[in-house]
């Protein structure tokens, strides 16, 4: 077949592919430009009546208590050998046995897995890593530094570097993107797949495009694609929508028993406060976001997607969409009265599920 008439054929599947891109990206800055104008328009009104508290936040000098806390577990670094960056991580159990490998999302730290790292660390040598730009890893300043290609080598060389050729991946958030991604790209190093209030890759560009008016809820996510100004406004009124996302109303964590204590609250806000402290880690959805046209792939390695039905930060309904993009053994749960921030939110109830998750005989055949 001459390579003209091979062109010819493709034609109508490349026609398809960019008229699907440029739809895409009109949606997402559509959706941006709303907001931000929306989000201008509150600082106009919240400037206007009180300037002074408005435009006023804090650099945090120093960590607070519970970042320290031993019990947590051991502070390390490792060096990725593609990059040459520092990546901060808290380790816990024994080296020798099998490596659980989580991965926080945004805008978190290691800190968000302390209940996990607590329970799994007996039988696992459990590791929180703090992702590039956030935490105490390093933060290159360059967006084209957070590419989706250049973060999975980050958790190709933070496998190696702790002594494993493969894990229990579990990611939440954009955490669980870059999980689902992983486990797509390299499934040999992933025994198993463990994801939290994040959706299949391709399930996310499918209930987009499907409904249109679902990306408003996810509105943040577009609106953050925009330079300087979301850093602009999550700092103001010292930071007062990163406290909504973890303790409001409406976004913040459900459960009583576990909401966070101011102290834990400034385990975020510590690193966030620094000077540049928010544009690393809003450089992940200026990166991915943009990534979001890639391979409808499935998913071979067997995988558990847990879902706080009571998000009301990423797009309703995406938990569900995810079954047809996994070709292993897939189990969906979603936790009633349960926040986005599901690792935190019921804790007692996720571990639970992970230990029935990698109990599972069934589950442990069809990995060997």
Not at 157 to 174: F, Y
Not at 219 to 244: M, N, T, W, Y
Request: charged letters at 20%; proline letters at 6%; hydrophobic letters at 40%.
């Amino acid at each position: 077949m001459s390579n003209s008439l091979m062109h010819l054929l493709l034609l109508p599947t490349r026609l398809s592919l960019w008229i699907l891109s440029l739809v895409y990206y009109i949606l997402v800055y559509g959706t941006a430009w709303i907001t931000a104008c929306l989000v201008l328009i509150r600082i106009a009104w919240t400037g206007f009546r009180d300037p002074y508290r408005t435009f006023q936040w804090t650099v945090r000098k120093k960590p607070p208590d519970c970042l320290q806390d031993p019990a947590l577990g051991h502070h390390a670094y490792l060096k990725g050998r593609s990059s040459g960056l520092r990546f901060h991580y808290v380790t816990k159990g024994d080296h020798r046995k099998p490596l659980m490998l989580f991965l926080h999302g945004f805008p978190e730290n290691w800190y968000s897995w302390r209940y996990q790292l607590h329970e799994f660390s007996r039988h696992y040598h459990t590791v929180a890593l703090d992702l590039r730009g956030c935490g105490d890893s390093d933060a290159p300043v360059q967006l084209e530094e957070y590419s989706l290609q250049t973060l999975l080598y980050d958790i190709r060389d933070a496998i190696d570097e702790l002594g494993h050729t493969s894990c229990i991946l579990v990611g939440h958030d954009w955490g669980g993107m870059l999980a689902w991604h992983f486990a797509l790209e390299r499934p040999d190093m992933v025994q198993l797949l463990i994801v939290m209030n994040a959706p299949h890759p391709a399930s996310w560009l499918d209930a987009v495009l499907r409904r249109p008016s679902q990306l408003l809820r996810s509105g943040h996510a577009c609106f953050f694609q925009l330079p300087l100004l979301p850093e602009i406004v999550l700092s103001l009124e010292d930071f007062k929508l990163v406290r909504s996302l973890f303790c409001g109303k409406n976004l913040g964590i459900k459960n009583k028993d576990r909401r966070l204590t101011e102290s834990q609250l400034e385990g975020y806000l510590y690193r966030l406060s620094q000077p540049g402290g928010l544009t690393a880690p809003l450089n992940y959805f200026r990166s991915l976001l943009s990534n979001t046209l890639y391979k409808h792939q499935e998913v071979g390695v067997p995988c558990m997607l847990i879902w706080g039905e009571a998000d009301n930060i990423l797009v309703e309904g995406m938990s569900g969409g995810t079954r047809p993009y996994v070709r292993g053994p897939v189990v969906i749960h979603t936790i009633p009265e349960c926040s986005h921030w599901v690792q935190q939110d019921q804790p007692e109830i996720v571990n639970k599920l992970i230990w029935d998750f990698v109990l599972d005989k069934d589950i442990i055949k069809h990995n060997h």
